[in-house]
Nanobody, 120 residues
Framework: VQLQASGGGLVQPGGSLRLSCAVS????????MGWYRQAPGKKRELVAR???????TYADSVKGRFTISRDNAKNTVYLQMNSLKPEDTAVYYC???????????????WGQGTLVTVSS
């Protein structure tokens, strides 16, 4: 199982970016998918998460600016980031709670991280 994140880059304050993360490989099911971020010198923190049925949770710092969504047919999760601020600068990681086989437990898999820099 692999998670491949894309969409990071440099953007000016107030701008927008859309991150994508696709799950590939053999697995039975994907449950919760999410995005986390880690700024230099800080701990990794939850940005947003979404259940298979579409229930979402957001960090207070991004509510109203970021939107998480997923396409279950494509095994992909997205993060639309609007009104970006310099404090949003971080490496963004996607995660997915995956059951590799019908008889196995659920494990959390991580993408490789994509850098988002918000600066003028």
């Amino acid at each position: 199982v692999q998670l491949q994140a894309s969409g990071g880059g440099l953007v000016q304050p107030g701008g927008s970016l859309r991150l994508s993360c696709a799950v590939s490989g053999r697995f039975f099911s994907i449950n919760v998918m999410g995005w986390y971020r880690q700024a230099p010198g800080k701990k990794r923190e939850l940005v947003a998460r979404i259940t298979r049925s579409g229930t979402t949770t957001y960090a207070d710092s991004v509510k109203g600016r970021f939107t998480i969504s997923r396409d279950n047919a494509k095994n992909t999760v997205y993060l639309q980031m609007n009104s970006l601020k310099p404090e949003d600068t971080a490496v963004y990681y996607c995660s997915a709670d995956i059951r590799p086989a019908i008889t196995s437990s659920e494990y959390t898999y991580w993408g490789q991280g994509t850098l988002v820099t918000v600066s003028s």
